[in-house]
């Protein structure tokens, strides 16, 4: 299991919208709806932020969202804010080699 | 609401089993979910370990398959993650975290982890 394509780093300024896409294959992020999306600061545990493609947990605040086109899916934070930035990582369901989970290398985000 | 601790111990030398526990809290894992083990090297993104469904169905990343046994203890609502023969490479901050996904009794499919547990730092080292 290969492990999904993500920028290493992405920066934004307070206020401003960017987004980190999460290129996969047909057997993963093209094949299924089943993308979802974590936030990790330093020496924290990841937050689920995303999940299924574009739905967000209760509490997640409603500037992260996400979507998906072929194999690729990404996460818009909209009106960036210091608190966000953090290392991103997706992740999906993938059908090669067997069942099974893969992520992204991760994003670093820093807000400028 | 649902809590997850990993425990276990913090050194482990070269060549020997890596053995984890994750105690579940606000919830009982005999009811349903899968459970999962995913690690982070430091400095490094996340890597999937496995997963145990409730009844017991283990799936395994094909990468650690030969090395990896996850077992759930309903009665003590927990579940277990063992890695045979590890390197310095397998050095990494462990974690346990409740997983969505559908059973289709041949396989399963994965969704989300949530909630997860703090992580636990594993170093191998002689």
């Known amino acids: 299991q290969s492990a999904l394509t993500q920028p290493a780093s992405v920066s934004g300024s307070p206020g401003q919208s960017i987004t980190i896409s999460c290129t996969g294959t047909s057997s993963d992020v093209g094949g299924y709806n089943y993308v979802s999306w974590y936030q990790q600061h330093p020496g924290k545990a990841p937050k689920l932020m995303i999940y299924d493609v574009s739905k967000r947990p209760s509490g997640v605040s409603n500037r992260f969202s996400g979507s998906k086109s072929g194999n690729t899916a990404s996460l818009t934070i909209s009106g960036l804010q210091a608190e966000d930035e953090a290392d991103y990582y997706c992740?999906?369901?993938?059908?090669?080699?067997?069942?099974?989970?893969?992520f992204g290398g991760g994003t670093k985000l820093t807000v400028l | 609401q649902v809590q997850l601790q990993e425990s276990g111990p913090g050194l482990v030398k070269p060549s020997e089993t890596l053995s984890l526990t994750c105690a579940v809290s606000g919830y009982s894992i005999s009811s349903g979910y899968y459970w999962g083990w995913i690690r982070q090297p430091p400095g490094k993104g996340l890597e999937w370990i496995g997963s145990?469904?409730?009844?017991?169905?283990?799936y395994y990343n094909p990468s650690l398959k030969s090395r990896v046994t996850i077992s759930v203890d309903t009665s003590k609502n927990q579940f277990s993650l063992k890695l045979s023969s590890v390197t310095a490479a397998d050095t990494a901050v462990y974690y346990c975290?409740?997983?969505?996904?559908?059973?289709?009794?041949?396989?399963?499919?994965?969704?989300?982890?949530?909630?997860w547990g703090q992580g636990t730092l594993v170093t191998v080292s002689s």
């Open positions: 975290a409740r997983q969505e996904g559908y059973y289709y009794g041949s396989g399963s499919y994965f969704y989300w982890f949530d909630p």
């Open positions: 145990i469904y409730h009844s017991g169905s283990t």
């Open positions: 992740s999906s369901y993938t059908s090669s080699s067997t069942f099974g989970v893969v």
